[in-house]
């Protein structure tokens, strides 16, 4: 099997919707995106760092779905890196009520031996010098760099994050955030100027509203589906990129036609992640469920 | 050819873009349903009302797109409704500056003899009782009664609005305004307290999100194409449902599966539309641009 490895957060977060509220459950972007791609056939791993107050529970849970923790360190004196958030009524957007950084503050990941071959590495959202250093560490060239950011790293690393755009192939952002970094409010022409920057396919979220992918001139687009109930928006963009990403290092193929299918998945994937709080769907899925909902977006797009 | 008969305003509009502005220029819905059904083998009619200072140069831009303007009557001492209106910078929000009323104020339509056998009938956007009297006045039950409709009738005239919904097939209208009239967010639960109303078959349009079409257990999505330029948004709806209407009249099949392709067929008209001020892009397509475009939506979603 193919290897994927997965560089983010394992943290705590504490989540209100208009459904209801969580104490501290596990959250961060590398839990979501391993959960998600667990769904896959291919070997995954997870560089990231927690404190000493980090259940093991969670990390039992983890490795039960066959994630690789050995890059995960823990810090003996230190907190894991904690986030609050209230969701509004339409939950498109939230407020964030807390953020302790932590052991996060200090991250310095090490990519353990036996994945520093590995055939895709996914960039989590984090700051990109530490995304850099990541893609310095691996043994060879992986055949796909992926990498996910936000807004704060262009207000606050514009130029570490242009670094580390140069040395990867694709790049997940949201909507917003891609006009913000480009200066351009129409899509098509955002995602030219951000493949100028380095990475030849640029994805675009849109949240319930889908996701574009551009490459050259060839643009696909990936519905979100309309569900009846979305209870939690949290890790939805990490569930579909850790969907997307595994699928193409299960296909081993990274064209654009195969990208295509692998946003129908990460999407799919992000789907079955909002229908419950946290990480709470995604630990209990069948092979059935993803399979047949993946039939459903077929239903969906095609005439 | 059949019969597809739309009631609407015909009107001038004042757009602010952005881009630019224009003076009073050919507006109103049944304009941009008419000349975007007019690239359909289908016979076009429109019901409507205008002043004494409509220019005859636009009802000859109409006529010579083959759309029947008898049923379009002149008010002697009268003057045509005005809108004019400013986008914000993101085009998708707009002010109204101003509107006049005008002779559509004391609108009663009159569908004349010719079209009272119309195989489909479109009502465009007016006071529902309008649109009632327009029903009530065919000759025989038309084989397909679309309706489209805004917040403004949800506020002012809503007993009338859901008389008007029980007698119709299809119903277009916007994501906000679909929430308002269920007091749902849900989409999928909002598109079935509407279709409990009335419509076997619901369009929920989401501007430069697409649309989704719902129908008992169903739904399908018709991304709108990411253009490099939108210039105005004005009248893209009512292309959309130009084009859907058109579709539909022209194949004269009126399921599920016809309707997905006649979304897909209003997507493409409202693309043009958008591409430059007013009408002024409906007027001049070819039938090879309109085929070329609508190959561009099968690869933007087919996967």
Redo the contacts between chains.
């Keep these: 099997m193919n290897k994927l490895l997965i560089v983010g957060t394992v943290a705590f977060d504490a989540i209100e919707t208009p459904f209801g509220k969580t104490d501290k459950i596990l959250g961060g972007s590398a839990s979501y995106i391993g959960l998600s791609a667990s769904y896959f056939q291919t070997l995954n791993g997870i560089v990231s760092v927690v404190g000493n107050d980090f259940p093991k529970e969670y990390f039992t849970l983890l490795q039960n779905k066959n994630i690789d923790l050995t890059g995960v360190e823990t810090i003996a004196d230190g907190k894991t890196f904690f986030w609050k958030g209230r969701y509004h009524?339409?939950?498109n957007s939230r407020d964030t009520l807390e953020t302790q950084l932590n052991v996060l503050a200090d991250f310095s990941p090490v990519v353990p031996e036996n994945f520093k071959d590995a055939d895709v590495l996914l960039l989590g959202n984090l700051h990109p010098s530490i995304q850099i250093s990541v893609v310095n560490q691996m043994s060879r060239r992986p055949k796909l760099i992926l990498l996910d950011t936000m807004n704060f790293w262009m207000d606050n690393s514009l130029a570490e994050l242009k670094e580390a755009l140069q040395l990867v192939d694709v790049i997940t952002i949201n909507d917003e955030e891609a006009r913000q970094l480009s200066g351009e409010?129409?899509?098509?022409?955002t995602a030219k100027m951000i493949a100028d920057m380095g990475p030849k396919f640029v994805i675009i979220k849109?949240g319930e509203?889908?996701a574009?992918l551009f490459h050259k001139e060839?643009?696909?687009?990936?519905?979100a589906l309309?569900?009846?109930?979305?209870f939690d928006p949290t890790g939805a963009g990490d569930s579909f990129a850790g969907g997307f990403a595994a699928y193409l290092t299960e296909q081993d193929v990274y064209n654009f036609d195969t990208m295509?299918?692998a946003?129908?998945h990460g999407s799919n994937m992000a789907s079955f992640c909002v229908e419950k709080f946290g990480t709470d769907n995604l630990v209990n899925l069948s092979k059935k469920q993803i399979d047949q909902r993946l039939q459903e977006f077929?239903?969906?797009?095609?005439?």
């Design positions: 009524n339409n939950l409010y129409s899509l098509r022409k849109k509203h889908g574009l060839e643009v696909f687009f990936a519905p309309p569900l009846e109930e979305v295509k299918k946003l129908i077929k239903k969906l797009s095609h005439f």
